[in-house]
Nanobody, 120 residues
Framework: QVDLVESGGGLVQPGGSLRLSCVAS????????MAWYRRASGNGRELVAQ???????TYDDSVKGRFTISRETGKNMVDLQMNGLKPEDTAVYYC??????????????WGQGTQVTVSS
């Protein structure tokens, strides 16, 4: 089942910009964190950026100063503004949401991914 839907991927030249957007299903309640992961060809999935309910933001060192994660207050949405893109950023980008459905249970939700290709 598709719980999160990503958009905004595409082909861009090195140094260019893209903005990824993710919209979570209305059925998902009490999301406490949202994040962007990526998987390059032949590699595992890695965390790119994460934003928690309290506003704490974490970036992978490789994207600090270039990427900005943001979430609209009260909405199950998260964006990733990507500037100064490099060929090394080429990957499938996945949206993630963690939802606290009870005091003892947390559900993990994943999008299907959107392709980002940085090439001249």
């Amino acid at each position: 089942q598709v719980d999160l839907v990503e958009s905004g991927g595409g082909l861009v030249q090195p140094g260019g910009s893209l903005r990824l957007s993710c919209v979570a299903s209305e059925a998902i309640r009490n999301i406490y964190t949202m994040a962007w992961y990526r998987r390059a060809s032949g590699n595992g999935r890695e965390l790119v950026a994460q934003i928690d309910t309290d506003g704490q933001i974490t970036y992978d060192d490789s994207v600090k100063g270039r990427f900005t994660i943001s979430r609209e207050t009260g909405k199950n949405m998260v964006d990733l503004q990507m500037n100064g893109l490099k060929p090394e950023d080429t990957a499938v980008y996945y949206c993630y949401a963690g939802a606290r459905v009870s005091a003892m249970r947390i559900d993990n939700h994943w999008g299907q991914g959107t392709q980002v290709t940085v090439s001249s």
